[in-house]
């Protein structure tokens, strides 16, 4: 691994830098990344955001590539708001020479100002430090409840290099998540209060090194990877955020090649570490780590095409193949692990594309192989057709500041599993993948509205399913069939939950950092299953939520 960080770094090194790349908070940036894919609809861009975190040097690039002449009043007003959000992020010369000095927010309104806590540029250094703060409060028929974020963030640049943090100390008075419920909601790992409540905290933060056609670092994020407006099912951002060794070349725009190599939680307890320290048993986990390619290629202006793999393995130290960035990982364990499964990993394939084959229309999907058999791909009694398929469609300003979008996710039994709990896609214990996990259907519509550069409405129609969840058993068979019980598998036999629900959402953010959110979600679930939702979002319900953020 040590060799490996100083191949990377010499080779780095020995290109001519230009700028330094610090990645995106999904969530916080969730608005800059509709509109930069509203732009991508409008034919005025042609990029790819199948891997995230996007870079905000990239962003900024993105923003600035744009040709005002082609945008409605609403859309130059977003254009001028988000490039001065991201001002900071552009070459040394063209950043700010120090930051806007706080004013009457409704003045910010028409000037577009980018306030921070604060902000200083010494020649290529650029320091900017901001605080997060925010809480939500909701109600339905289980009660009140809310939640409160407390933390700050930083990012950095120094010559070539970049630097980036943050931290958030999260507390609810009822808890909404665990590993276990089905739930779009970031993965935390709670300590739980005598009263019931819970916080948690998260942390992430890296350093980078970036050229003119790429970068290198070292991170702890987030990783989502897919297609879809309302998830993702290869890698999404549910789960903890991890530690990663990452690779990113873009050094066409009709060429782009991700990699990671990142360390998980297995949350098996490793025999060999438990020891009697004063009395107090301690103990370590079994070592568990990931690597993972992306190649992203476009044939055809409107379309993008992408393949890759991945591996989940357990070594007591990482294993060397697995530094590789381009490589068949699955075909590599099996010399690593002499064909045994016991022994090996658990690899994973997808693909995707995104085709924009008339201005304002979005069509894309993703798949997700965790395995097949195309010997019995189509023999119902024996088949192992263990994947996930995304697709969908939006339609940007089908009327003037109207999107519409569909999307449909579709999960077969057994994806996602493994029968090694210390090689499974997991980390910390929350699947990696799409929400519903294996055996789950999902279908979503909505339509949004958005009036004004800093106010946007969504209404959205959600209905999800899930069927039987059945045991990861690699080894017995059917007594009169003498078929393994894992093949064959019906889908979305035996329906286990169902949940429809009706949303509508309005968001005010007139200032980047600044974020003011109110909705009401309807929930009937003509199926219940208490196993899949916290007591507070159980039953049929309605939940109002009204919420303010700084810094998200």
């Known amino acids: ?28 940036d969730e608005g800059v990344i509709q509109f930069l894919d509203e732009l991508n609809n409008l034919r005025l861009a042609d990029e790819s955001f199948l891997t995230q975190p996007l870079v905000r040097k990239e962003v900024a690039n993105f923003l600035d590539s744009i040709d005002v002449s082609n945008l409605n009043a609403r859309q130059k ?20 020479e120090s930051a806007t000095k706080f004013v009457n927010p409704i003045d910010g309104l028409s000037r577009f100002k980018q ?46 290099i970049g630097l980036y943090g943050s931290v ?75 530690t990663q060794l990452k690779l990113h070349l873009n050094p066409t725009p009709w060429f782009k090649f991700d990699y990671f190599h990142g360390s998980l939680q297995s949350d098996v307890v490793d025999s060999s570490s438990i020891a ?37 393995y357990s070594a007591q130290t990482p294993e060397p193949t697995f530094f590789v960035p381009l490589m068949f990982y699955k075909s590599a364990d099996h010399y690593l692990n002499r064909r045994s499964n016991n022994a090996g990993g658990n690899a994973q394939m997808f693909g995707a ?18 395995e097949i058999s195309f010997r019995r791909m189509l023999d119902e009694e024996r088949h192992s057709n263990w994947f996930s398929l995304k697709a969908g469609g939006r339609v940007s300003n089908i009327l003037p500041n109207v999107t519409l979008t569909a999307e449909y996710t579709r999960s077969n039994p057994m994806v996602y599993k493994h029968y090694l709990e210390t090689t499974d896609f997991t980390n910390a214990g929350f699947n990696m993948g799409h929400y519903l996990r294996d055996n789950a259907q999902e279908a979503v519509v909505a339509i949004d509205f958005k009036p004004l550069y800093w106010l946007s409405m969504q209404a959205m129609y959600r209905f999800a399913e899930k069927g039987a969840d059945i045991k990861d058993d690699r080894v017995t068979k059917d007594p009169v069939t003498g078929i393994l019980l894992v093949q064959g598998i019906d889908y979305l036999a035996n329906t286990q939950w169902i949940e429809s629900i009706y949303s509508f959402r309005i968001v005010a953010q007139p200032i980047y950092r600044f974020r003011i959110m109110a909705r009401v979600d309807r929930i009937q679930r003509p199926k219940e299953n208490e196993a899949y939702q916290m007591p507070y979002l159980r039953g049929n319900n309605t939940t109002f939520s009204v919420g303010m953020h700084w810094g998200f």
């Open 276 to 312: 009697n320290v004063s009395g107090v048993a301690t103990y370590g986990f079994i070592n568990k780590y990931m690597a993972a390619n992306m190649v992203s290629l476009r044939p055809w202006k409107p379309l993008w095409l992408s393949f890759g793999n991945s591996i989940i």
């Open 1 to 28: 691994m040590r060799f490996f960080i100083f191949v990377l770094a010499l080779s780095a090194i020995a290109l001519n830098a230009r700028g330094q790349h610090l990645q995106l908070d999904q969530r916080a």
């Open 168 to 242: 958030r100390d999260v507390y609810e008075l009822k808890p909404m998540s665990t590993d276990s419920m089905l739930v779009q909601r970031e993965g935390s790992l709670y300590k739980f209060n005598p009263d019931g409540s819970a916080e948690f905290s998260e942390t992430r933060g890296g350093i980078t090194y970036g050229w003119k056609g790429g970068y290198v670092g070292l991170v702890r994020d987030h990783v989502r990877w897919g297609y879809g407006y309302y998830g993702s099912n290869i890698f999404d951002i549910n789960t903890a955020p991890f």
């Open 77 to 96: 007003k977003e254009l001028q708001f988000y490039q001065l959000a991201f001002s900071k992020d552009s070459d040394p010369s063209d950043r700010p």
């Open 115 to 160: 306030y921070d806590l604060l902000y200083l540029k010494r020649g290529t250094t650029a320091i900017t430090v901001n605080p997060i703060i925010g809480a939500t409060y909701m109600s339905n028929e289980n009660g009140a409840n809310w939640q409160r974020r407390v933390g700050a963030d930083f990012q950095a640049y120094f010559g070539r």
């Open 353 to 370: 594309f995104s085709l924009r084959p008339f201005k304002k229309l979005h069509l894309y999907s993703t798949l997700f192989v965790d």
